[in-house]
């Protein structure tokens, strides 16, 4: 009412102030209400102040809008600004991080010195085929790591038709800027006397090419030059290559660079150089790199130095590889270990340091803004076709690299969790610089923060928390404390952002409803793409995947949290809540289809169709002159309506993908009856990715984008298969077709993958589901390097495996100590049973009586007695054995019953760590007792395993199948206990 009477007044004063004037001169003290007239200004001009500081406010809200998505989450950094310096990290600061080079090597730091190698075959080809970047364009027969340690060294092959190329480094460290580097370059290196120079990073450095013992000698040229960005390394290098003559007969041609060629406007003089050696093969040359603080360097990194350093960190790798994945146990032959050597090589040699801005924006931007300069260390799914980090291949990436080095995956993550903004949203693409940027094409390369991706980095996650939880180390404590802060807000974004229309549903955004060309609109944010969903996108879908994704995601929130002292009451009911079968049932289960199925406005009758030239295009159309082209559209046949959407595939086995389905459910059986049919899932080579029964199997979603996540096998979803199927087999009543088709499924995958590889020489990137043969993108060492994984059988998330044998006592030991060699293992007859208590089976093997009389033999009941108490004590102790490394457990004898047993374990209660218990062999012999070996997954080559070495005392290591000296070749049993947690 005030604001009402004070504009009247004001439109009043303002019609009297025209009309007379000079009347409210003559009158302003005489008349009251005239001489007041100043008043309602006052009013005004409050009102005014108070419209501007609202529009103030007002704008100042639309800039935090506008920068919201720009701004960096406000909490502690997990990586300090300087953690990838040399000065921090020393071991890891040189590497091969230019993951899109054939080679390349640079420091993780934001203004790298770069060096990359090129080269190029003489031919009539023009432009010249000179190589640089990976680019499948280039027709590479093969080419990759054959073995690569993620920090010491690599060797690497690169096949052309007409010649081979191999590429090796070897770094050592020493001094205060990262150490020395030297790289080898058979058949087509470079030759130069020596570079010095210096740079913030590295201090004083000299790059010196030492002189080849090749035979066969070299031309030498080179380029020095200028360019503004990185990218235009391979453009400036071809523009100045001229024809030169090989022989003095002036016969034969070839190319060499130009020499100087700076430009004038070039800032501060030549930025790059590139040295060019053209040779006659064969040849080998030796590019060394020396730090200028390496003060007590023994000797340069190079001829039979760099020779003897490459063997030694190349039997490092291969004893490496033994201890972590035990594939020579696994009956693989060495050929095709070879090729899962390789396979691991690439992936860790494919990781990369990238630093720069993202291109992203917001609702509230009109137009793509910069996020702010960031560094990211991170696996790259494919150097030709895909060098560059993506959020939902990185999970899969490090359930590979955490088994292989859990420092170097923590690294990994910690740099994607330091891009996650104030909202909690990270960029799902990370195309970092002008190099990175050059590959992408210009519709992909802007990030809108709506779009998620699915969370995959809680995969690797699980198991190096539950490793970091039970550790002792102070930088895992510290690793936790940091983490958690950041997964919380990403967490809370997810439920923010992609929550669905109704309580407990999600749906993932990005999708276009307004698409007249696809058959069906993608689904990019959830990573499947072209996977058939709603074929109308609505608020109404319901998307299971991203449902089991936040399912997962709580759970290991809520054990972060617990191990924090933190509130972890929220995570552990949302956990439960996802994973209530009877909800998850209402929301997603199709009983007409009985299988789990996303939800939305849909319909099947649809097709794409060309559509006829529009009158104004038909008017100025001349006699003969074809038809103007138009593309395909989407033609709806039936309208749709709301409902499951029937398109059976991997998005169907979510539930059961991520152990979310009750293991004695009736639908789990029916999973297990689908996988196997063959007119839907099931092939020779793999899980296909789409029924072959569904309506869009193998179709183009566009007249121009052929099928993707339609039919082909992908690895990464295979492995999830394969480790719910592991999950099953151990703690479902369907246990018995779940190790059928686990067994089955793994073999098929692994033998089709590695007769790809030898018959391309690729891991690739998708398996078509007709004749198993790679397509896509190659090399695609991403996901797909997952087949090691499936060879090694590191499928379940911890697994303990405990082998204990039983001792006589000392006096009886010592008169039947040849009594072994009576026993020949060929004429053995193996006899199992089994006790099961919850997710645990205990299976013991025996001997037959009339091999060993067993009269001192314990019952079954004392047995299971001692194996709860072992199990409830490393449960609930928080023992982790593959990190304590367990070697030394001295139960009391088991034949004194379950009580003495618990005695002893009381006494482990109080270290907390197995380990710490050691016993002699001559005290293991006087106490009468049962010794129990705890065995790494590593070392854990099958179940019965009778090539076991029993670490007794210090390195004394013992085959009990061998006689010797120490007598200890009795074997009465073989336990195998496995706990899958």
């Given at each position: 009412m005030k604001m009402g009477r004070d504009r009247e007044i004001r439109r009043r004063s303002g019609s009297s102030r025209v009309a007379s004037d000079d009347a409210e001169k003559n009158n302003r003290f005489e008349n009251p209400v005239v001489a007041n007239k100043n008043k309602p200004i006052k009013v005004t001009g409050g009102v005014l102040i108070f419209i501007t500081v609202i529009m103030v406010a007002y704008f100042k809200y639309k800039m935090y809008l506008k920068n919201i998505v720009i701004t960096p989450l406000d909490s502690p950094k997990m990586n300090a600004d300087n953690s990838t310096s040399a000065a921090v990290n020393p071991d890891r600061f040189w590497g091969t991080y230019r993951s899109n080079l054939y080679f390349g090597m640079k420091t993780r730091?934001?203004?790298?010195?770069?060096?990359?190698?090129?080269?190029?075959?003489?031919?009539?080809?023009?432009?010249?085929?000179?190589?640089?970047?990976?680019?499948?364009?280039?027709?590479?027969?093969?080419?990759?790591?054959?073995?690569?340690?993620?920090?010491?060294?690599?060797?690497?092959?690169?096949?052309?038709?007409?010649?081979?190329?191999?590429?090796?480094?070897?770094?050592?460290?020493?001094?205060?800027?990262?150490?020395?580097?030297?790289?080898?370059?058979?058949?087509?290196?470079?030759?130069?006397?020596?570079?010095?120079?210096?740079?913030?990073?590295?201090?004083?450095?000299?790059?010196?090419?030492?002189?080849?013992?090749?035979?066969?000698?070299?031309?030498y040229d080179h380029l020095i030059s200028y360019v503004h960005r990185l990218d235009r390394i391979t453009d400036v290098t071809k523009n100045s290559l001229r024809v030169e003559m090989w022989d003095k007969q002036r016969t034969v041609p070839y190319f060499s660079l130009g020499g100087r060629l700076v430009p004038r406007e070039s800032p501060g003089g030549p930025n790059f150089m590139v040295h060019q050696v053209t040779v006659q093969p064969p040849y080998e040359i030796e590019v060394v790199f020396e730090s200028g603080s390496f003060n007590e360097r023994p000797n340069t990194l190079s001829g039979e130095e760099l020779s003897k350093t490459l063997n030694e960190f190349t039997e490092r790798f291969d004893k490496k590889f033994t201890d972590t994945f035990g594939l020579e146990n696994k009956g693989f032959s060495k050929t095709d270990i070879d090729i899962a050597k390789a396979v691991v090589s690439n992936m860790l040699g494919g990781i990369g340091y990238f630093y720069g801005s993202s291109i992203v924006q917001s609702k509230y931007n009109k137009e793509p803004v910069e996020y702010w300069p960031a560094p990211l260390f991170t696996a790259v799914p494919s150097r030709s076709f895909f060098p560059r980090g993506f959020l939902w291949d990185e999970g899969f990436h490090n359930l590979l690299i955490s088994q292989w080095s859990p420092e170097i995956s923590k690294d990994i993550i910690s740099h994607w969790l330091d891009l996650i903004n104030t909202e909690g949203w990270i960029p799902r693409e990370q195309i970092l610089g002008h190099e990175a940027r050059a590959r992408v094409p210009a519709e992909f390369v802007i990030q809108r923060n709506e779009n998620a991706n699915p969370p995959t980095l809680f995969l690797p996650l699980k198991r190096l928390v539950q490793d970091m939880v039970h550790s002792s180390d102070p930088k895992d404590k510290e690793f936790l404390k940091s983490l958690f802060p950041r997964l919380k807000v990403w967490y809370n974004w997810y439920n923010i952002s992609q929550v669905g229309a109704h309580p407990l549903t999600y749906r993932w955004r990005g999708r276009d409803d307004k698409t007249e060309k696809e058959l069906n609109p993608k689904t990019l944010t959830s990573g499947l793409d072209d996977y058939p969903r709603a074929s109308h996108p609505t608020s109404e879908e319901r998307h299971i995947d991203l449902r089991c994704w936040i399912a997962l995601a709580s759970g290991i929130l809520s054990d972060i949290a617990k191990s924090l002292g933190e509130n972890w009451k929220e995570y552990e009911s949302t956990y439960k809540v996802l994973t209530d079968n009877n909800l998850l049932n209402q929301l997603h289960w199709s009983p007409q289809k009985q299988r789990y199925c996303d939800y939305g406005l849909n319909t099947n009758k649809m097709m794409l169709k060309r559509p006829k030239p529009p009158p104004e295009m038909m008017k100025n159309l001349q006699p003969g002159q074809p038809l103007p082209h138009m593309d395909k559209v989407r033609v709806i046949m039936k309208e749709p309506t709301y409902q499951f959407v029937d398109s059976f595939g991997y998005v169907s086995l979510f539930p059961f993908l991520l152990k979310i389905v009750d293991p004695d459910s009736p639908k789990l059986m029916k999973i297990l009856s689908d996988l196997k049919n063959p007119?839907?899932?099931?092939?020779?080579?793999?899980?296909?990715?789409?029924?072959?029964?569904?309506?869009?199997?193998?179709?183009?979603?566009?007249?121009?984008?052929?099928?993707?996540?339609?039919?082909?096998?992908?690895?990464?979803?295979?492995?999830?298969?394969?480790?719910?199927?592991?999950?099953?087999?151990?703690?479902?009543?369907?246990?018995?077709?779940?190790?059928?088709?686990?067994?089955?499924?793994?073999?098929?995958?692994?033998?089709?993958?590695?007769?790809?590889?030898?018959?391309?020489?690729?891991?690739?990137?998708?398996?078509?589901?007709?004749?198993?043969?790679?397509?896509?993108?190659?090399?695609?060492?991403?996901?797909?390097?997952?087949?090691?994984?499936?060879?090694?059988?590191?499928?379940?998330?911890?697994?303990?495996?405990?082998?204990?044998?039983?001792?006589?006592?000392?006096?009886?030991?010592?008169?039947?100590?040849?009594?072994?060699?009576?026993?020949?293992?060929?004429?053995?007859?193996?006899?199992?049973?089994?006790?099961?208590?919850?997710?645990?089976?205990?299976?013991?093997?025996?001997?037959?009586?009339?091999?060993?009389?067993?009269?001192?033999?314990?019952?079954?009941?004392?047995?299971?007695?001692?194996?709860?108490?072992?199990?409830?004590?490393?449960?609930?102790?928080?023992?982790?054995?593959?990190?304590?490394?367990?070697?030394?457990?001295?139960?009391?004898?088991?034949?004194?019953?379950?009580?003495?047993?618990?005695?002893?374990?009381?006494?482990?209660?109080?270290?907390?760590?197995?380990?710490?218990?050691?016993?002699?062999?001559?005290?293991?012999?006087?106490?009468?007792?049962?010794?129990?070996?705890?065995?790494?997954?590593?070392?854990?080559?099958?179940?019965?395993?009778?090539?076991?070495?029993?670490?007794?005392?210090?390195?004394?290591?013992?085959?009990?199948?061998?006689?010797?000296?120490?007598?200890?070749?009795?074997?009465?049993?073989?336990?195998?206990?496995?706990?899958?947690?």
């Open positions: 730091s934001p203004r790298p010195p770069v060096f990359g190698f090129m080269w190029l075959a003489h031919t009539n080809q023009m432009p010249p085929p000179l190589r640089h970047w990976c680019d499948q364009g280039d027709g590479i027969p093969k080419y990759g790591w054959l073995k690569h340690d993620g920090i010491n060294f690599g060797i690497q092959e690169i096949e052309e038709k007409t010649y081979s190329l191999k590429t090796s480094f070897v770094k050592r460290e020493g001094g205060k800027h990262g150490g020395d580097w030297s790289a080898r370059i058979s058949v087509q290196p470079k030759r130069l006397a020596s570079i010095s120079g210096q740079s913030e990073e590295l201090g004083n450095f000299k790059l010196s090419f030492p002189k080849s013992t090749s035979a066969n000698k070299g031309k007119d839907l899932l099931w092939t020779d080579y793999g899980l296909r990715s789409l029924a072959r029964n569904a309506p869009l199997y193998n179709r183009y979603n566009t007249e121009h984008d052929p099928p993707y996540w339609r039919g082909a096998i992908w690895v990464n979803m295979n492995y999830l298969v394969l480790s719910a199927l592991h999950h099953y087999s151990e703690t479902s009543q369907y246990k018995g077709p779940a190790k059928s088709i686990y067994t089955e499924l793994r073999n098929n995958l692994i033998k089709n993958i590695i007769h790809e590889y030898k018959r391309t020489g690729y891991i690739w990137e998708q398996y078509d589901d007709k004749t198993g043969h790679g397509k896509g993108s190659h090399p695609f060492t991403g996901w797909s390097a997952l087949v090691v994984m499936m060879m090694a059988e590191k499928i379940s998330l911890k697994l303990l495996s405990l082998f204990l044998m039983i001792l006589d006592d000392y006096n009886d030991f010592w008169g039947k100590k040849n009594l072994y060699r009576s026993v020949a293992p060929k004429k053995r007859n193996k006899q199992y049973f089994s006790i099961n208590f919850n997710s645990t089976q205990l299976l013991i093997q025996t001997l037959p009586p009339e091999e060993y009389s067993p009269q001192k033999l314990v019952d079954k009941k004392s047995i299971y007695s001692c194996m709860i108490s072992l199990k409830d004590f490393i449960s609930n102790e928080n023992i982790n054995s593959q990190q304590t490394q367990v070697s030394h457990l001295v139960w009391n004898c088991l034949k004194l019953g379950h009580q003495n047993c618990s005695k002893l374990l009381q006494k482990c209660k109080k270290t907390k760590n197995i380990s710490n218990i050691q016993y002699n062999v001559d005290s293991i012999m006087s106490m009468n007792v049962f010794l129990c070996i705890a065995l790494t997954p590593s070392s854990l080559y099958s179940l019965f395993d009778t090539h076991i070495f029993l670490n007794v005392s210090n390195d004394a290591k013992i085959d009990p199948l061998q006689y010797d000296n120490t007598a200890m070749t009795l074997e009465l049993l073989h336990f195998a206990w496995t706990l899958t947690k």
